[in-house]
């Protein structure tokens, strides 16, 4: 049983995924459907019926609830069962657990701990999505694979050197910086002087001259990461050049396998097109880091990170700081945890 951070919000998926219908994934072992009400409102509610365990997400929206669909229960946004069609009462243990869940900036996310600690302001905010100035898609990759694995991939970016040709490949020897505050950590890495490399080229032309470029990393817990990067020419200031922010969600389905959330934006002039954009982030994610990650969980099997003695090199200390100040944070949440059952004990 692994240990995942419980109070705080968890990206169940892209607003676009859910369109009419719903969507169910499972998070941290929970199996959580959403769904929209007729008032576009988005509710979450636990996926599987009190009465013979089928997944609700297998059912049917009926108006403001889900029908199940094997003998017909409808549950509303609150979990109450609203409907039997088969006749009599509905007993009072008839109901599913309901969870706070949140739309914003083109995401949808889901809370699954104490629901009066479920605070929507302390969602991590990506307006840039919604930028009209800006051409945004998005993505989503399963991966099997510890979730701290997928943060570990984009704390250290001198990956991009061997895994990434299109990102940089072997021009990519960057300067690397941490900025660490008590629970979040920006890992910073700069490139001076290099030909551009295939992506930022195609996506803004240095028109044949040298160029600098920049990867600033934030990361939030438990696996919400912000990013900026950017490509100038060389000794200019950013913002004479070209910025391509993406957001990258990673949510632990189980110790086992993670949902990986990337979204990112072009500038609307630019000449790469959002399809040709899509393609480059697939390969990059879909068909480099996933496979290669995925192969290093075989490799650990279940065995714990710490426990197989990592070698750390010193391009670790952001991965590794990030991974202190989670176990930290679970470690906390824990104690607490178990302070206030011995305090209901007494
Ligand atoms: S399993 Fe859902 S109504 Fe029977
Ligand atoms: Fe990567």
């Given at each position: ?22 969507l ?9 459907v ?10 979450a ?5 009190p009465?013979?365990?089928a ?8 108006g ?8 017909g ?13 088969l006749?009599?009462p509905?007993p ?36 840039w999505?919604?930028?009209e ?20 991939n ?25 900025e ?16 551009n ?11 044949g ?7 600033d990393?934030q990361?939030y ?6 990013l ?24 632990p ?11 990112s934006a ?10 040709g954009?899509r393609?480059?982030?697939s ?13 290093a ?10 426990e197989l003695?990592?070698?750390l ?15 930290e ?6 104690k ?5 059952a011995?305090m209901?004990a007494a």
């Open positions: 049983m692994a240990d995942f951070l419980k109070q705080t919000w968890y990206m169940i998926g892209w607003a676009g995924e859910l369109d009419d219908g719903v169910a994934r499972t998070i941290t072992d929970t199996p959580v959403a769904f929209r009400d007729t008032a576009g409102i988005v509710h509610i636990h996926d599987r019926c009465h013979r365990f997944p609700l997400s297998k059912g049917i929206r009926k403001d609830a889900i029908m199940c669909h094997y003998h229960l409808t549950f509303d946004g609150a979990g109450t069962c609203v409907d039997n069609p006749g009599g509905v009072a243990a008839c109901r599913v657990a309901s969870y706070p869940a949140v739309e914003q900036d083109g995401m949808l996310w889901v809370w699954l701990g104490d629901p009066a600690l479920a605070d929507p302001a302390l969602i991590v905010r990506f307006p999505l919604n930028d100035g800006l051409r945004s898609i998005q993505g989503y990759t399963r991966v099997d694979a510890n979730y701290e694995l997928l943060t570990d984009l704390m250290d970016l001198t990956h991009a050197k061997f895994l990434h040709p299109g990102f940089g490949g072997d021009a990519y020897s960057p300067h690397n910086t941490m660490a505050g008590r629970d979040t950590v920006l890992s910073k890495y700069v490139v001076i002087d290099i030909d490399p295939e992506f930022p080229e195609n996506a803004w032309s240095s028109h001259n040298k160029v600098d470029l920049w990867d990393i990361w817990a438990p696996a919400t990461l912000s900026s990067s950017g490509v100038v020419l060389t000794g200019r200031p950013r913002e004479e050049g070209c910025e391509i922010p993406a957001a990258h969600v990673i949510t389905e189980s110790a086992g396998r993670s949902h990986y959330f990337w979204g072009l500038p609307k002039d630019s000449p790469l097109s959002n399809d954009f393609e480059v982030l390969q990059a994610f879909d068909a480099e880091d996933k496979p290669m990650i995925e192969a969980q075989q490799r650990m099997g279940e065995a714990d990170f710490w003695g990592p070698v090199l010193g391009t670790d200390a952001p991965a590794v700081r990030v991974r202190r100040i989670l176990r944070m679970i470690g906390n949440e824990k607490s945890q178990a302070a206030s011995e209901s």
